[in-house]
């Protein structure tokens, strides 16, 4: 009979093991169940509401020279000033609430999505962050806990904003949100707010400004209109956004819509902070501007408690400035002008480290005048004859090589002119004495030569700007440059082509002392380091015996290149770029708000080795004290063609004949020593004007001299 009952219901034994697994797993749900609901009853418990971060709104943000000692600046202690709710206008209240959290006056301190989407985030280990934090978390995370962004900090402001919303009426948790919350322009709190952007109290703000304090809450560094017309338009479709909103949840109406929905408020102009004041207000901006780019925000930057150690050193800064200043006034007093309107740009670079040293914007006062023409771009004039060198040698040219040195119809069909007493000179001798001609010759031989010239700077570390056409007169400097990004690239050179860059911040710690960032150099083989050699020898020449021989008096072993930007009728851009084995300094002079003025009305003196040599030697004299006199390293360059023949020139016409060849040797060498032209007789001549016009003038030259990159009024020397 048994056997018979266990063939009637074979299956009874797989059923019995289906109930005890069912079992088994109920008693592990409710289990975990049990120890979840333990575990949040106890993080619940053990997380209180804590004290106030009193330190959030006290901690300034301290700069430092590159001692870790000496303060640079100081960003605000947290630019604050609480009022009453009910001083605050009811257009704040009623747009803060319905843009960031329409439920506020019901919810009960948090958001279920908003938690579970920022949850994922976190998790996901993605840098995205998410919105959807109701105002009592955005207040809780400001007032009891750190920015970070972990799972636990995350827990933990949810616990804290939903006993908070237990505890503290909504009107007290609203008027805290708004007296602490970050608007932008170094104000924390409406009140602040209100003086930054509308030089007003709060409770005087109307309906519109009500409204762009409100949206700009969301996104200070994004919204505010100073910055420029993408901000602004930021602004304004975050405005519209509230205006809308409003109208759903009934605090506007269509006929307040129709008359302030197309339009912001007008924004006066407001006092800056006085702490930006002098020369170093630029070097702070600069900063600032650095610290963003390593991703921390605005409210942490400015109000964050952090240290920041940066790179300038205070000494050579002071020389900078003193130096900078000095020949800006004798300029100007030349042509009885106001030095004011005279810019004067220095930026000194460590080699090892791509540290910026020091810097000039140009300017006495960021208060007064915010542009810093050290970070402003400038036609380079034949500095950029340097990225034409590097791709000659790159393709094996040999600084024996020849190229015209007489004025010619190049293959633009525009004339470019050279040395009146040249006919075929050296690429060395080209280099030496800046003549556009044989450099205009130079690219035009090259393979693909206006771009090999292009991908030569931007190996060097040089970014695109204005004027970087492939154009085979590149090398006269038509291409535009900031004096920072020129020194960083000539710096590459000085590093036997290793590229760094440059960078301002050192090292940043948090209000705790914890080391949150540090620069750690990571060199790049940007230009190869025999080119890079071969390259530095050149323009060694230049400083000794070329353009820019008068840094010579320095007594270290230089090199570096003249410049200057002559567009036919006035002289707008003055350069010397060069370099010890130590330290690499860029010195420009621009005129006028536009920074295109005329030169020439201020100093004869604007070419390559008058006045923008001059102060980098004054400047370099100071900065290299104390220092060791370091040979650059030899090159070991080999081109691989052989020198051109030289041909006789007309002395005529100052065209090469074709009926007598000098002999020439076909062994070439390195780095030659050039030779000075002869002057010729004084002729009368046509000649090209500039880079980028056809038209033709015709003036006495004696002979028509090339300035550092493109040609020089008369009776002017390179």
Same mark, same amino acid.
């Given at each position: 009979?048994?056997?018979?009952? $266990?063939?009637? *219901?074979?299956?009874?034994?797989?059923?019995?093991?289906?109930?005890?697994?069912?079992?088994?797993?109920?008693?592990?749900?409710?289990?975990?169940?049990?120890?979840?609901?333990?575990?949040?009853?106890?993080?619940?418990?053990?997380?209180?509401?804590?004290?106030?971060?009193?330190?959030?709104?006290?901690?300034?943000?301290?700069?430092?020279?590159?001692?870790?000692?000496?303060?640079?600046?100081?960003?605000?202690?947290?630019?604050?000033?609480?009022?009453?709710?009910?001083?605050?206008?009811?257009?704040?209240?009623?747009?803060?609430?319905?843009?960031?959290?329409?439920?506020?006056?019901?919810?009960?301190?948090?958001?279920?999505?908003?938690?579970? $989407?920022?949850?994922?985030? %976190?998790?996901?280990?993605?840098?995205?962050?998410?919105?959807?934090?109701?105002?009592?978390?955005?207040?809780?995370?400001?007032?009891?806990?750190?920015?970070?962004?972990?799972?636990?900090?995350?827990?933990?402001?949810?616990?804290?904003?939903?006993?908070?919303?237990?505890?503290?009426?909504?009107?007290?948790?609203?008027?805290?949100?708004?007296?602490?919350?970050?608007?932008?322009?170094?104000?924390?709190?409406?009140?602040?707010?209100?003086?930054?952007?509308?030089?007003?109290?709060?409770?005087?703000?109307?309906?519109?400004?009500?409204?762009?304090?409100?949206?700009?809450?969301?996104?200070?560094?994004?919204?505010?209109?100073?910055?420029?017309?993408?901000?602004?338009?930021?602004?304004?479709?975050?405005?519209?956004? %509230?205006? *809308?909103?409003?109208?759903?949840?009934?605090?506007?109406?269509?006929?307040?819509?129709?008359?302030?929905?197309?339009?912001?408020?007008?924004?006066?102009?407001?006092?800056?902070?006085?702490?930006?004041?002098?020369?170093?207000?630029?070097?702070?901006?600069?900063?600032?501007?650095?610290?963003?780019?390593?991703?921390?925000?605005?409210?942490?930057?400015?109000?964050?408690?952090?240290?920041?150690?940066?790179?300038?050193?205070?000494?050579?800064?002071?020389?900078?400035?003193?130096?900078?200043?000095?020949?800006?006034?004798?300029?100007?007093?030349?042509?009885?002008?106001?030095?004011?309107?005279?810019?004067?740009?220095?930026?000194?670079?460590?080699?090892?480290?791509?540290?910026?040293?020091?810097?000039?914007?140009?300017?006495?006062?960021?208060?007064?005048?915010?542009?810093?023409?050290?970070?402003?771009?400038?036609?380079?004039?034949?500095?950029?004859?340097?990225?034409?060198?590097?791709?000659?040698?790159?393709?094996?040219?040999?600084?024996?090589?020849?190229?015209?040195?007489?004025?010619?119809?190049?293959?633009?069909?525009?004339?470019?002119?050279?040395?009146?007493?040249?006919?075929?000179?050296?690429?060395?001798?080209?280099?030496?004495?800046?003549? *556009?001609?044989?450099?205009?010759?130079?690219?035009?031989?090259?393979?693909?030569?206006?771009?090999?010239?292009?991908?030569?700077?931007?190996?060097?570390?040089?970014?695109?700007?204005?004027?970087?056409?492939?154009?085979?007169?590149?090398?006269?400097?038509?291409?535009?440059?900031?004096?920072?990004?020129?020194?960083?690239?000539?710096?590459?050179?000085?590093?036997?082509?290793?590229? %760094?860059?440059?960078?301002?911040?050192?090292?940043?710690?948090?209000?705790?002392?914890?080391?949150?960032?540090?620069?750690?150099?990571?060199?790049?083989?940007?230009?190869?380091?025999?080119?890079?050699?071969?390259?530095?020898?050149?323009?060694?020449?230049?400083?000794?015996?070329?353009?820019?021989?008068?840094?010579?008096? %320095?007594?270290?072993?230089?090199?570096?290149?003249?410049?200057?930007?002559?567009?036919?009728?006035?002289?707008?851009?003055?350069?010397?770029?060069?370099?010890?084995?130590?330290?690499?300094?860029?010195?420009?002079?621009?005129?006028?708000?536009?920074?295109?003025? *005329?030169?020439?009305?201020?100093?004869?003196?604007?070419?390559?080795?008058?006045?923008?040599?001059?102060?980098?030697?004054?400047?370099?004299?100071?900065?290299?004290?104390?220092?060791?006199?370091?040979?650059?390293?030899?090159?070991?360059?080999?081109?691989?063609?052989?020198?051109?023949?030289?041909?006789?020139?007309?002395?005529?016409?100052?065209?090469?004949?074709?009926?007598?060849?000098?002999?020439?040797?076909?062994?070439?060498?390195?780095?030659?020593?050039?030779?000075?032209?002869?002057?010729?007789?004084?002729?009368?001549?046509?000649?090209?004007?500039?880079?980028?016009?056809?038209?033709?003038?015709?003036?006495?030259?004696?002979?028509?001299?090339?300035?550092?990159?493109?040609?020089?009024?008369?009776?002017?020397?390179?």
């Amino acid at each position: 009979m048994a056997e018979a009952r $266990r063939s009637i *219901n074979p299956d009874a034994p797989r059923e019995g093991r289906a109930r005890r697994i069912v079992q088994w797993a109920l008693t592990a749900l409710v289990g975990l169940i049990v120890v979840t609901v333990a575990a949040a009853g106890i993080f619940w418990v053990a997380t209180p509401i804590p004290t106030p971060n009193a330190d959030f709104a006290a901690v300034n943000t301290h700069l430092l020279y590159s001692d870790g000692k000496t303060e640079l600046g100081t960003l605000s202690v947290q630019n604050r000033e609480e009022i009453p709710l009910d001083q605050m206008p009811q257009y704040v209240k009623d747009a803060i609430v319905a843009g960031e959290n329409p439920t506020f006056w019901t919810d009960p301190g948090i958001s279920v999505s908003g938690i579970l $989407r920022a949850i994922t985030t %976190l998790t996901s280990g993605t840098d995205t962050a998410q919105g959807g934090s109701t105002i009592t978390q955005q207040y809780v995370k400001l007032m009891y806990l750190s920015q970070e962004r972990t799972l636990i900090r995350k827990l933990r402001e949810v616990v804290i904003a939903l006993k908070v919303g237990q505890e503290v009426p909504k009107e007290k948790i609203l008027e805290g949100y708004l007296n602490t919350v970050y608007y932008g322009r170094g104000a924390y709190g409406l009140q602040a707010a209100a003086k930054a952007f509308f030089n007003k109290d709060a409770s005087e703000l109307d309906l519109q400004e009500s409204l762009v304090l409100a949206a700009i809450v969301n996104s200070p560094g994004k919204m505010d209109p100073a910055l420029g017309e993408k901000q602004t338009q930021n602004l304004l479709e975050r405005y519209q956004y %509230l205006i *809308n909103q409003m109208i759903e949840h009934g605090k506007l109406t269509e006929a307040d819509k129709a008359r302030i929905y197309y339009t912001l408020p007008e924004f006066p102009e407001v006092k800056k902070d006085p702490r930006f004041g002098g020369t170093d207000g630029y070097l702070m901006k600069v900063v600032i501007d650095e610290l963003k780019r390593l991703g921390l925000d605005e409210a942490t930057i400015n109000g964050g408690g952090l240290t920041v150690v940066t790179t300038f050193d205070k000494a050579r800064q002071d020389a900078a400035v003193q130096v900078a200043q000095a020949k800006t006034r004798q300029a100007a007093a030349e042509g009885g002008k106001d030095p004011a309107t005279l810019h004067a740009s220095l930026v000194s670079i460590d080699n090892a480290t791509g540290g910026v040293l020091a810097m000039y914007g140009g300017n006495p006062d960021y208060v007064k005048a915010t542009r810093n023409w050290a970070t402003t771009t400038s036609p380079t004039g034949s500095t950029f004859k340097v990225w034409a060198l590097v791709a000659a040698l790159r393709q094996g040219v040999s600084l024996d090589r020849e190229f015209k040195g007489y004025t010619f119809i190049a293959a633009d069909g525009q004339s470019v002119s050279g040395h009146s007493g040249e006919g075929m000179v050296s690429l060395q001798q080209a280099t030496t004495e800046s003549i *556009n001609s044989a450099y205009v010759d130079l690219v035009t031989q090259l393979r693909d030569g206006p771009n090999e010239v292009i991908r030569a700077a931007l190996d060097a570390g040089i970014p695109k700007a204005e004027g970087w056409d492939a154009s085979i007169r590149l090398p006269m400097g038509i291409a535009e440059v900031t004096p920072v990004d020129n020194a960083a690239g000539f710096a590459t050179l000085a590093n036997n082509g290793q590229r %760094l860059g440059w960078h301002v911040v050192t090292e940043v710690r948090d209000r705790n002392g914890v080391l949150v960032y540090q620069y750690m150099p990571n060199p790049v083989q940007g230009i190869e380091k025999d080119i890079a050699t071969a390259a530095t020898g050149a323009l060694e020449e230049v400083t000794t015996s070329g353009t820019g021989d008068v840094v010579a008096a %320095l007594g270290y072993p230089s090199a570096g290149k003249t410049g200057t930007r002559y567009d036919g009728v006035k002289t707008t851009a003055s350069w010397f770029v060069g370099y010890t084995k130590q330290i690499t300094t860029a010195v420009n002079f621009v005129a006028g708000d536009s920074g295109q003025e *005329n030169l020439d009305e201020y100093s004869r003196g604007f070419y390559g080795s008058g006045y923008p040599a001059e102060t980098w030697l004054a400047f370099m004299e100071k900065a290299m004290k104390g220092l060791p006199k370091l040979d650059f390293e030899g090159s070991r360059y080999k081109p691989t063609d052989t020198p051109t023949p030289r041909p006789t020139v007309s002395r005529t016409t100052g065209q090469p004949t074709t009926a007598t060849v000098a002999p020439t040797s076909t062994k070439p060498t390195a780095a030659p020593t050039s030779t000075q032209p002869t002057a010729a007789p004084t002729t009368t001549r046509t000649t090209t004007t500039t880079a980028t016009t056809a038209t033709t003038t015709t003036r006495a030259t004696s002979p028509a001299p090339t300035g550092g990159g493109t040609p020089t009024p008369p009776g002017r020397n390179p």
